[in-house]
């Protein structure tokens, strides 16, 4: 995709967000030279506001290569949302559904037309209590190994100051103005991978070096040390689970 084709939609959105953006917050950028200058490329990025979408899309938007999300359809039912979320060609998500592998061919096709996908590989907002990356989802993995496109990891920290993640009041904190940090890292080398057959371990040992790619970004970010192992959100269910029978037994 040119840098200079961002399409009509697209441009509207940017003029209807960037001015509050602007306004409303203060901006540290880092690695913009990191973000490939023609063909498709995969972005994978840390989620940890529901206001992601807008810091990360503001910083992807000035670098030229626009992205496409990936998309809960739910969204795309709502007149003016979904208008805008067809119109610069974000990608609906069925989940648990028939048409569930419809994104990932529609990503596929995608960066093979030369675009950039934005995966957030953990699939919903961290459950982390410290909001560091938690275990990924294979879905980004996936698309990366079938299309060989680079993997660009990206960290974003600061709107969750702002929106914190499953707040109980869905209230922007826009006071003291926050800084949304937005830092992309170099392509993750899966090379190693390329020539396996993408086996859940495969897979799952691609979405690893993804993962520990967007947190040593983060840690430089926040200019700290993330824990030695990601959250893992399922597991931490289960042993909540164990814990809760045994008090029961007792």
């Not at 596929?108 to 410290?130: M, N």
Request: proline letters at 8%.
């Amino acid at each position: 995709m040119s840098r200079h084709r961002i399409g009509f939609w697209y441009r509207l959105a940017a003029v209807i967000a960037k001015p509050p953006l602007v306004v409303l917050f203060k901006r540290e950028w880092r690695g913009m030279e990191h973000i490939p200058a023609d063909g498709g490329f995969i972005t994978a990025v840390n989620h940890n506001s529901y206001l992601d979408p807008l810091s990360y899309g503001h910083f992807q938007y000035n670098t030229g290569r626009v992205p496409r999300f990936l998309a809960k359809a739910g969204l795309f039912r709502a007149p003016f949302v979904g208008m805008m979320l067809r119109g610069t060609g974000q990608i609906p998500v069925y989940r648990e559904t028939t048409n569930a592998l419809d994104a990932f061919r529609a990503a596929v096709g995608a960066i093979e037309r030369g675009e950039c996908v934005c995966f957030y590989p953990e699939g919903t907002l961290t459950r982390d209590p410290d909001m560091w990356p938690m275990a990924g989802k294979t879905g980004a993995a996936r698309v990366a190994l079938m299309t060989r496109a680079p993997v660009i990891p990206v960290a974003q920290w600061g709107a969750n100051e702002a929106m914190p993640p499953y707040a109980t009041e869905k209230k922007v904190r826009l006071l003291p103005r926050k800084t949304l940090r937005v830092q992309a890292g170099p392509p993750v080398d899966l090379s190693r991978f390329y020539d396996k057959e993408p086996t859940p371990e495969v897979l799952r040992e691609a979405t690893e070096a993804i993962m520990r790619a967007i947190t040593a970004q983060l840690q430089e970010v926040r200019g700290q040390q993330a824990p030695d192992e990601p959250y893992d959100h399922r597991k931490a269910r289960a042993e909540q689970r164990r814990k809760a029978q045994g008090e029961g037994l007792t």
